[in-house]
């Protein structure tokens, strides 16, 4: 089985919120015309949406839906 580690999954999950972040702090600074709250909205959103889409990840993690073994680990029979 193809196993990815959770420091895996934390990675990618931080990777993914600093881009999300980002543009989550230019439009709510766009909305507010205020960096402070523009910046403390893209701090919640940040931790908020790492600790959802860990989650997300690990759920996925062990549905075998789309998984397919490399050839020397598959089962016989």
Do not use: C, D, N
């Amino acid at each position: 089985m193809v196993l990815e580690s959770h420091l895996r999954s934390l990675i990618k999950a931080v990777s993914w919120r600093i881009f999300g972040t980002l543009a989550t702090v230019i439009i709510s600074y766009i909305f507010t015309g205020q960096w402070s709250t523009a910046l403390y909205i893209g701090a919640f959103e940040f931790i908020t949406k790492i600790a959802i889409f860990y989650v997300h990840e690990r759920v996925w993690h062990v549905i075998p839906m789309g998984i397919k073994k490399p050839i020397g680990l598959q089962e016989e029979g």
